[in-house]
């Protein structure tokens, strides 16, 4: 029997995913996820793009920095993550990729070069040999840097097989360590693009010396299908996302892939080291951060992926779960529990709850263990039933999502009146202000906090709702009312914009139940964006998603909308300090 070879997981989230449309994460978001992919177990990180924007440049720097040397949940592997930065073939793009993940223990840098016709012609330009030129010259100057390089023929799917073996066997001899082989607009079949990967790794010279990499995209769909059939060719690298986010149609999902893997174990030559109880976790934590909601039959991961209603599946389950499961639920992190949470439990049944459900002790500062505890509690006073293990993923989640932590504020009392709607207590609030330790006050940057809610309306009347909002750092509070007959949630936001100075669009917005019952705990989802002085600019920039959870659906969409102009008001603020910071650097970005 062959012997089977370790699957090398990379993992194009920040970068690839973040290109979703309406994706935008702050530097502070992008390390934390950054942090749950490393304990999750993944072997690179594409960090980002360094050279295409101040902001970039920083987030890439900061997780080289501070997750290039963790080790926890990685025991097994025995390193950290690689940390990898993309790069243009340009000695520009490199040096700044290399200055970007230099601080980190491992670290690569990733050229790529369009090799298809079609792109040479119409978008660089170049011919053949100039693009040979241009790649050998990117990876050489790439290996002057460090060890590790990667390079990636853009869009080989569509590219002259004998060139592509002619242009990497060059820039093989020049350095590269990885050859990535991307179906970058998802255009080939499994058949196809497995023939692809066996005809590349058969006649390109060196092909021995290197490690063969799968990129897809899911234009078509076949984006897992495709990449197991690299992996079935040749192929040990694999390029995946979580939740298979990215522009377009996506990416290939990582979950998938590995569980494919895990699933026929005597299929594929390989084997990973992905802690797949973590699926769960992380794939709540991406949707969360990206305001990208999983699709509910999506699979692995998605709502409905172990949820059985037909009488002839629930009948066969409950005699033996492998009847209709071929996987188990807890192998990707979606547990059951015989303990009930409630509004006695403490702080250590709930910890303990937590790292059941797949969150790592460490996931949580101090800050927001607090903000964990104080909103279970919250719930639980106001819900009739027991706490959930949905109710629970959403609280942490949610506050994970966010790089705020927020300091409590007392409730206000509610109006007992049939008609006004006073919002839960707001005594564990998150996902609304920054820490204040990280932001100077002198800056003159204004965050905001829900203080108090109050809605008044009904069948055939006009919403009314007045919003208080503490003003941080200051915390003077500022209290505005407006008026809507389109219904409760647009008068909320109107006020919430009376005070927020910032010309604001509301692109989407979403409601669900985490679980059933009239009083479960609601979450909304909303994404906005800054209008542009420019109207027809507007659509070009970028937009801002905020969570907010709370058995009182108005309460969560209050705190949702309130997360996302903080976001937007961070963005602004961070990118003209890191064009102000990155101002004197010898490598331009």
Request: hydrophobic residues 35%.
């Amino acid at each position: 029997m062959q012997q089977k070879g370790k699957l090398i997981v990379f993992d194009t989230s920040l970068r690839d995913g973040e290109q979703s449309p309406g994706v935008t994460l702050n530097v502070e978001e992008k390390v934390a996820i950054a942090k749950q992919l490393s304990r999750l177990g993944v072997d690179v990180i594409e960090a980002g793009f360094p050279i295409a924007s101040p902001g970039d440049f920083l987030a890439v720097e900061k997780i080289a920095q501070e997750v290039g040397s963790l080790m926890e949940g990685r025991e097994a592997i025995g390193k950290p993550v690689v940390v990898c930065g993309l790069a243009r073939a340009v000695q520009k793009d490199i040096q700044t990729a290399y200055d970007a993940i230099k601080s980190a223990k491992c670290h690569r840098i990733h050229t790529f070069l369009a090799t298809s016709d079609i792109h040479l012609e119409h978008k660089l330009k170049i011919s053949r040999e100039k693009c040979l030129e241009r790649a050998v010259e990117a990876v050489s100057f790439a290996k002057s840097l460090c060890e590790d390089i990667e390079f990636s023929p853009e869009d080989a799917g569509r590219s002259d097989p004998d060139f592509l073996v002619k242009i990497l066997s060059a820039v093989i001899k020049a350095g590269a360590t990885t050859l990535n082989i991307p179906d970058t607009v998802g255009y080939k079949t499994p058949t196809e693009f497995g023939g692809l990967i066996k005809y590349l790794v058969d006649n390109t010279v060196g092909a021995k010396d290197v490690v063969w990499s799968v990129h897809c995209h899911n234009d078509l769909g076949l984006a897992t299908a495709n990449t197991l059939a690299g992996i079935s060719n040749g192929s040990r690298q694999v390029e995946v996302t979580i939740n298979g986010i990215g522009e377009r149609a996506g990416n290939t999902a990582l979950e998938e892939v590995v569980m494919n893997i895990f699933t026929h174990p005597n299929t594929y030559p390989v084997y990973h080291t992905i802690n797949t109880r973590l699926f769960a976790s992380t794939s709540r934590l991406i949707s969360d951060m990206t305001g990208m909601l999983v699709q509910p039959n999506k699979a692995i991961v998605g709502k409905n992926a172990f949820l059985h209603e037909s009488g002839i599946h629930q009948d066969g389950v409950l005699k033996n779960k492998e009847t209709y499961e071929i996987i188990k639920p807890e192998d990707v992190g979606v547990f059951t529990s015989n303990i009930l949470l409630g509004k006695h439990s403490g702080r250590h049944a709930i910890q303990s709850r937590l790292e059941e459900l797949g969150y790592s002790p460490f996931s949580f500062t101090e800050a927001q263990k607090d903000a964990v505890f104080a909103r279970f509690k919250t719930v639980a006073d106001s819900k009739k039933t027991s706490v959930t293990d949905d109710d629970l993923n959403a609280i942490a989640s949610s506050i994970l999502s966010s790089s705020f932590e927020t300091p409590s504020n007392p409730s206000e009392p509610a109006q007992n009146s049939s008609e006004a709607h006073e919002g839960a207590p707001l005594s564990s609030s998150f996902n609304q202000a920054p820490d204040f330790s990280t932001i100077s006050k002198t800056s003159g940057t204004k965050f905001y906090e829900l203080s108090k809610l109050q809605v008044l309306g009904g069948l055939g009347t006009a919403s009314s709702a007045t919003v208080s909002l503490k003003v941080l750092p200051t915390g003077e509070v500022l209290t505005e009312t407006a008026q809507a007959r389109s219904g409760p949630v647009e008068s909320i936001f109107s006020a919430i914009k009376k005070i927020i100075p910032l010309d604001i669009s509301l692109i989407s917005y979403n409601l669900s139940a985490t679980s059933k019952g009239s009083d479960s705990v609601g979450k909304a989802t909303i994404r906005i964006r800054e209008n542009s002085a420019v109207p027809s600019e507007t659509n070009d920039l970028p937009t801002f998603a905020g969570t907010g959870i709370d058995t009182d659906v108005l309460t969560a969409s209050a705190f949702a909308y309130i997360s996302a102009a903080n976001r937007l008001i961070l963005h602004n603020d961070s990118s003209s300090a890191s064009r102000s910071s990155l101002k004197d650097r010898s490598a331009p970005v």
